[in-house]
């Protein structure tokens, strides 16, 4: 254990230390029962200006495609005309000879060796997309990469070297379900994984039934910003301007490419949008930078590198086919679930019953998956957790509709984790842990029912026509409230850490490199070190698009403000600490003090028993540089090498790649969303009308509620769209995708969805620092097949087959 020792300078220039900074025991170090300090303004308060608010709304925020360099050049890739092919020649003269063409790289490029991509179990294939010869799915950049003076000739070069490339086609596949008849490769080994004994549920069971839930047609996140990087180099050193979530994992990427030290290697983290999970993950924006490194080394000029959207490079995550079996017992107790799921994508360290383990008690689960390889693009975590929040509204649903039970009672009698009931939590878990014991799902439940009015609205499946001939439906989901923290990873992927400085003035700087795609990260920041320092929020600022040695966890699994508040907090702190320390040794104000009769508000420090006898902090400042920094791993001693015990049963992740059952450092998540949905079925278009939604989350504890509701309404938002409008399509004889750009894609207007009421639950019994957690990832995963049970409370007929189009309502109700 680091023990810390503040020090300063004396006027006649000698070095003095203060006491050391007491060192923290393990069970101080259990971050989430860190209280809010007691005169707190900012925590929890709305009508808070965003720190970007200003450079956004002027137009001077900058984007990585706003940067532009002197000589800068252009590159731009060729993308794949067909399905699956590969290039048996490519004639390069004509294009090399346009005016403005500087440099045309292809995949078989002599002077160019291009290393095996040193990726994570998540990126499993970084260049070959962009330098390859073979396009495994429509508009796969492929082949060449041309470089010219301006973005036009790249076109133009781009449309001579397609005509002077020769193709092989190869057949293509696009359905799962008919790949795996036809024994195609497998992007892994299937997976067998069962918990308790699932053939000894479904004998305990009244009933069982089976049926199949399928996501026909994939969506994307149809992002308005296009992948961009943009590179320069200066002797042995380059510049990097990234793209995408993790700037980070850049500098080891090119360390290892070109031999040099990571500290010759800078990479700022402009403003982005439009990610959301996918595109980052599949390792796009670290080729992107890759690619333009090369590029601006060879022709000794910067280089920006433009991914246009004239096809989207990806799409989600739940495409595939989920079969069925459940038991239960006839007043709603769920006895085992079985699962048979060919799923298209990428597969990740977990699967589709995940969110099933963790939000009930369900005793016993099996799953056997597959992952056939189709001719489709790369796909992975858009929103992640959509493919197993379907199956929690699955299960809850049929069982309830086959029992005729209200939907919510069953969610209630099966809540739970990992096999266990409520009640056995309220007793072994929470008060080990420090929680209350507080019923977050019945809180959540509560409050969506009486905002959607759903002891008066829910009926019998068919049973409501409204005076305009529609049918009317409602329905409603509930899972867990997720957030990434060290131990529900088992493995934080990198370090996190933090600095904070106060500035000569007595503004305070938050130092912490992260990637800004629009959430109001550094608000929360700011309104949290503000409090726990004792200054205006004002004066308060984050510095996140350099790296300051300072790296704080991405854009990711609703973990950003949940984790990187440790180590923020931890150094806010230690700040305060130092200064009121120095006020009592430099400032005679205070002589005679000890820090403990100190404090500080509004930036002063003043005596605690005469409030009057006080001096802004930044006198203290202008004496002596105060600094203070903090590292999660400092921090995670009261989780780390916990071994696994009957009180945290079962597993609670798997191992990348393999799917080996492991217990990391596994705690039960005690919170939950509830989410409601109204709508109206034309029984003679089948066009289904959402009219009202109610989202409810349990946030733990909200530090920016203005921020939580923006991603509760975009989130839901997103969800809906997915379950009834956006889907990419392709042609049956060629694979082309047919609206994969922003002019054919589907996505809603304000007016295609009705109203969305937003309602924030704290129970403080989450595992992020005060007892919070993250909603990002959340709406837009939870709801994207609630439509679902509200369509069948409508219609009275179940439609299995998403997204849930006109058509096939007319077909369920027997007109098409």
Known sequence: M???????????????ETEEVKVLTLEEKRWWLWQVPEKAKYIGKRGLPRKDARDKASGRAL?????????????????????????????????????????????????????????????????????????????????????????????????????????????????????????????MAPVNWEFGNVEEGFKQADRVIEFTVRKSEE?????????????????????????????????????????????????????????FGGITWLGYPDALAAIAALLARKLKRPVKILDDYTCFRGAEWQLGTYKFKVGFKNDGTITAVKLETVLVGQPLPEHSLVKLLKSTKIPNMAIHAVWPKV????????????????????????????????????????????????????????????????DSLKEVIEIGKKAIGWDEKWHPPGAKRLPNGKYHGIGF??????????????????????????NKDGSIEILGWRSDGGTAFSTAYCQVVADEIGVPYESVFHSHFEDH????????????????????????RKVKQM??????????????????????????????????NKVHISEVARRITIFASADLYDYIEAIANRKSSEVYKGPASFQPRTFELIEPYAKPNLIRQAH????????????????????????????????INGQQYGGAYMGLARNHMEAIYYDPLTGVRLNDNLLGYCVPLMNDIGKIDCHIVETGMAYGPYGMAGCSEALGAALSMVLGPAVYNAIGKWIDDFPITPDKVLKALGKA
């Not at 940067?67 to 993308?79: D, E, F, Q, R, T």
């Not at 309830?400 to 007793?427: F, Q, R």
């Not at 957030?483 to 904070?500: C, D, E, M, Y």
């Not at 009592?584 to 005469?610: C, H, R, W, Y």
């Open 676 to 707: 409601f949905v109204e709508v109206e079925v034309d029984p003679e278009t089948g066009k289904i009308d959402v009219t009202n939604v109610v989202v409810v989350n349990d946030v733990g504890r909200a530090i920016n509620p203005d921020a």
């Open 375 to 438: 001719n489709r693009p790369h796909r992975m975590c858009y929103r992640h957790g959509s493919q197993h929040c379907n199956v929690v509204v699955y299960v809850i649903n049929r069982v309830a509709a086959e029992l005729g039970m209200d939907p919510t009672e069953v969610a209630l009698k099966n809540d739970g984790w990992h096999g266990h009931s409520m009640e056995w939590i309220n007793e072994h878990i929470k008060p080990a842990e420090g929680f209350p014991k507080r």
């Open 477 to 502: 989901m509930a899972v867990e409230q997720w957030a990434w923290v060290p131990f529900t990873v088992g493995n934080f992927p990198r370090p996190i850490s933090a600095g904070i400085k106060v």
């Open 63 to 187: 984007y990585c495609r706003d940067i532009c360099l002197p000589g800068m050049v252009y590159a731009k890739s060729l993308n794949s005309p067909f399905t699956h092919a590969k290039i048996k020649s490519m004639d390069t003269s004509r294009a090399e000879k346009l005016p403005g063409v500087l440099y045309v790289l292809r995949w078989d490029d002599p002077e160019i060796k291009w290393p095996p991509a040193p990726t994570s179990s998540m990126r499993p294939r970084l260049l070959a997309p962009y330098l390859s010869p073979m396009a495994e799915f429509y508009g796969t950049a492929v082949g060449a990469i041309v470089v010219a003076e301006d973005e036009e000739t790249c076109d133009e070069a781009l449309k001579i070297l397609m005509e002077d490339t020769e193709w092989e086609e190869y057949p293509f596949i696009l359905d799962w379900e008919e790949a795996l008849k036809k024994g195609a490769e497998e992007m």
């Open 549 to 572: 040695g300072f790296v704080l966890w991405q854009m990711g699994g609703s973990a950003g403000v949940v984790s990187n508040l440790i180590p923020i907090i931890a150094a806010a």
């Open 219 to 275: 969506d994307t996140w149809a992002g308005v910003e296009g992948g961009v990087a943009v590179a320069a180099w200066q002797g042995d050193r380059v510049e990097i301007w990234h793209y995408g979530h993790g700037p980070f994992g850049v500098k080891t990427i090119l360390s290892q490419f070109y031999g040099i030290p990571e500290s010759n290697i800078i990479v700022h983290a402009p403003y982005h949008g439009a990610l």
């Open 579 to 612: 200064i009121l320390e120095y006020a009592t040794q430099l400032l005679g104000s205070f002589n005679g003090k000890k820090p403990e009769e100190l404090d500080i508000e509004d930036g002063f420090v003043f005596e605690k028993a005469n409030p009057e």
């Open 2 to 16: 680091r023990h810390i020792s503040n020090a300063y300078f004396s006027g006649d220039g000698r070095r003095k």
